[in-house]
């Protein structure tokens, strides 16, 4: 049975923006890429990264107010009975 060897170099192919937030990545912890084919000659000047960039994809969505008065109703008349549906 084999068993699986450590490596020390990988290989992704990614989008400069990822790169970048690869290399900001980087300075925080022991992260080793090679990032891009060396026979790719196409030079592209990016808007860099910075920790922000780097953790906006970590957020948080905010839950959604509570409270306050509903967007819509619907008034709903069965005979002599009304019932106000909000949603």
Known sequence: EEK???VKVI?????????E???MAENGGKLRL???SPLNPEV???K?????DLMRSHQLIP???RGGKPKEQVEVIQGTARK???F
């Open 63 to 65: 839950p959604p107010p």
């Open 11 to 19: 290989t992704l192919e990614v989008s400069l923006e990822e790169a």
């Open 21 to 23: 937030r690869l290399a």
């Open 44 to 46: 592209k000047k990016t």
């Open 4 to 6: 699986p060897t450590p």
């Open 84 to 86: 106000t549906m909000k």
């Open 48 to 52: 860099g990264a910075d920790f922000k």
């Open 34 to 36: 090679a990032l891009r």
